[in-house]
C-alpha cells in the first residue's frame, strides 16, 4: 500500500541550528503534504499545507519563518526549523494527500526532535 | 469555531470487555469524519472513515462507529477488546472542501490482561 516515508526519525541537535526533516510519498504522487505537530500527551496541530510547486500555507500562529516548508517535487517535501531552540523539541509528523488511493491521507512516521 | 472533542482522556478496560470512545465535533456543513490508531511506537493508521451513506461505518481490527448527524456524534465502538487494541486513538474532522484534519485531543486505552 501507500507508504509515507519520513527521514530522521529522531534527532538532537543544539540549540541554535537548523533541522531539516524530510516527508517522501513512496509510490504515489502527493501535490499536497501536511506537517503536524505534536506535544507529549497531546494532538496532533496543524501546523502548515504544503503545495507541490507553490508556497506553504500555515495555520494562525505558526511562524513562517521559522519553520521553512519546501515542497519542490511531488513525492518530497521538507520542514526546516531554523535556529531551534527548546521550546520546538516536539514530535512532527507529516502526511500526504493520496487522491488516487482509498486513505485520504497516509501519515508518516514522524521525527522526535530535542533540542538542548 | 471549528473542534473536535474527545471525552475520554484515559480509559482502562479488562480483555473482552465492550469499548466505547466519545467523539463531537463542532462544524458547519458537510463534514468528513475519521478514527486513527497510534500503537507505541508507531504511525497513525487508519480505522475506519465515514464520507456519507450508512452512518455505520465499519473499519479494521472489529472497530465500528456510528455518525448521528443531529448529536454531531462519532463514536468509536468495538464489542470486545485485545490486550492488542492498547493504543492511543484519536478523532479527526475535516470539512468537504478541505483535506487538512482537525484532530481531537486523543483517548489513551490500555487494555489489561
Known amino acids: 500500500g501507500a507508504v509515507v516515508s519520513q527521514h530522521p526519525s529522531w534527532v538532537i541537535c543544539k540549540s541554535g541550528t537548523s533541522v531539516k526533516i524530510e516527508c517522501r510519498s513512496l509510490?504515489?504522487?502527493?501535490?499536497?503534504m501536511f506537517w503536524y505537530r505534536q506535544f507529549p500527551k497531546q494532538s496532533l496541530m496543524l501546523m502548515a499545507t504544503?503545495?507541490?510547486?507553490?508556497?506553504?500555507?500555515?495555520e494562525q500562529g505558526v511562524e513562517k519563518d521559522k519553520f521553512l516548508i519546501n515542497h519542490a517535487s511531488l513525492t518530497l517535501s521538507t520542514l526546516t526549523v531554523t535556529s531551534a531552540h527548546p521550546e520546538d523539541s516536539s514530535f512532527y509528523i507529516c502526511s500526504a494527500r493520496d487522491e488516487q488511493g482509498l486513505q485520504p491521507q497516509h501519515f508518516g512516521d514522524g521525527t522526535r526532535l530535542s533540542i538542548l | 469555531a471549528q473542534s473536535v472533542s474527545q471525552h475520554n482522556h484515559h480509559v482502562i478496560l479488562s480483555e473482552a470487555a465492550s469499548l466505547e470512545l466519545g467523539c463531537n465535533y463542532s462544524?458547519?456543513?458537510?463534514?468528513?469524519l475519521f478514527w486513527y490508531v497510534q500503537y507505541p511506537g508507531q504511525h497513525l493508521q487508519l480505522l475506519l472513515k465515514y464520507f456519507s451513506g450508512d452512518p455505520l461505518v465499519k473499519g479494521i481490527k472489529g472497530f465500528e462507529a456510528e455518525f448521528i448527524k443531529s448529536k454531531f456524534s462519532f463514536n468509536l465502538r468495538k464489542p470486545s477488546v485485545q490486550w492488542s487494541d492498547t493504543a492511543e486513538y484519536f478523532c479527526?474532522?475535516?470539512?468537504?472542501?478541505?483535506?487538512?484534519?482537525?484532530f481531537g485531543k486523543g483517548t489513551s486505552l490500555l487494555v489489561t490482561p
Open positions: 504544503s503545495n507541490e510547486g507553490s508556497k506553504a500555507t500555515y
Open positions: 479527526a474532522v475535516n470539512a468537504d472542501s478541505g483535506y487538512a484534519l482537525n
Open positions: 462544524y458547519g456543513g458537510t463534514v468528513n
Open positions: 509510490d504515489f504522487q502527493a501535490t499536497t
